[in-house]
């Protein structure tokens, strides 16, 4: 169905059986909308676009600068065209004003016989009324088309060719991992002028083309957008809302997709936990990947767990994981995952330059946290651990045991903010030691008479001697941070050399000191909290 009504077709109509196309004949193709009657001055302000001007031109005759306006106004409101009726007030059209027209193409029909012009009107509405309805009953034929195809299709490449067929469009499918579709297929030097038009849609020299565009969304995040370009007719309200139909015929085709490739992906899990369990071969990861991800290509890969509390409202992991993978894509990974429990354990593999993969990651993860989706309503925060990156593909347990260590770390400092083994640094020596010596014995071999005195005296030298040692022994800089006058620092620090010696900031003692007031953060954070000599 011809959806939309051009000045050229109007012509046709017994109404215009004796015109003449004075000017603006490469105009012809302008879409037409509406039909006025204008005998009026001032009309730049009553027309709204792709109006069809009928006028006797009794406002203007025999003032050609008048005319010239009236020209000038239609032209800027980007109406369809001027029929004006010959005969009755005007006898021929000034040579300045064909000029204009010709220049613009915009057509001015010269109508040579008296034609009432409430019969044009009632004529032309009535053909576009009868148009609308049949547009809406298209576009319902168009969604049944469509409805039907999703049940038996196995490539999108047939969702496209309703679309195609209905609007006889260039269709260009541009998807967020800067893959094309071109529908139907065209030569590189078209799809080069093509991507350059859409690209620079303003460009004077490329606006030939029309052009028209809606996002595919899934999930919430946009993962693709179609685009239809014509260079022969100007793309139309009926051609948008096509184009809307298909784009969510596309997005339950790929969410569809994207299902049964996740299911699919179940049958990963027997290797995966091979691989982890470091049970692979380098050779045979390869050759594994080449079967279940053939477009990869790997430059290293890092494992990365993601936990929810039990207590917490749980999410679909396949939702999860289907959301997550669209983020990571996007940022250059790939993943391989199993679910444990409340936890989705993912090898991910990267694809792009080893450098920046931690940023990279790090603001998947935020994009991932910071979603109004399903993920970011959980009643809780969830537990997320990056381990080691690893180069070589076959130490992937490397990365899963620092991914743990990771996890494990990060739930008992509830302050900590990092999801990445490499930024626990100090935290990850003492977890080891608390797991295999009597930390808080050591501990307070060195900080227990500072502990005491705060407990006793409600005091503040831990957290001074905290600051000290972080600024390196500053007097002025560690005033600053603690908001406190010089002479109350050196009190403090005069109470502390009593309670740890004078020496407290010889190099030695000194280091041993900021581990332990390091190591007193994690057991307090831990709620392994100090309490008394030598009691948690």
Known sequence: MKSYLTVEDI????????????????????????????????????????????????????????????????????AAGLCIEIGTYTKAIPHEIIAMANKAEFPIILIMKEV???????????????????????????????????LSINHYDEILRVIYDDLQAQIVLLFKNYETRFFPDIGDLKKSILMKAIETERCEELSKYSILSTPIELLGESYAEILIVSESRALTEYDQLILDRTANALAQFFVRELFVEEKRRVEETEWVNAWLDGRETKASILENLSYYMPRVSPQGAVVCIYQQEERSQNINLTYFKLYFRSILEQKGFSFLAIEKYHSVILIIINERRESDWKKRMTEAIQRLLESDLEIGKLNSKPQIGVGKYVSQLERISESLETAVETVRINKQLATSNSYFYDDLHIFRVISILNRQLDLQEIVMEYLEPVVTYDQEHNGKLLDTLKTYLACSGSKKETAKILFIVRQTLYHRLEKLEQLLGPDFMEHEKRLALEFMVKAHEYLVASKQEIIGVGKI
């Open 11 to 78: 012509l046709q109509r017994r109404h215009f059986e004796r015109i003449e196309i004075a000017a603006g004949k490469e105009g012809l193709k302008r879409l037409v909308k509406w039909v006025h009657i204008v005998e009026v001055t001032k009309i730049g302000n009553l027309l709204r676009g792709n109006e069809l001007i009928l006028s006797t031109a009794v406002a203007w005759r025999e003032r050609k600068e008048l005319f010239i306006s009236i020209l000038q106004q239609l032209i800027k409101s980007n």
């Open 116 to 150: 009432p012009f409430v019969e044009i009107t009632q004529d032309i509405h009535t053909l576009l009324i009868n148009r609308q309805y049949d547009m809406l009953a298209s576009l319902e034929e168009h969604s049944k088309i469509l409805n039907k195809k999703l």
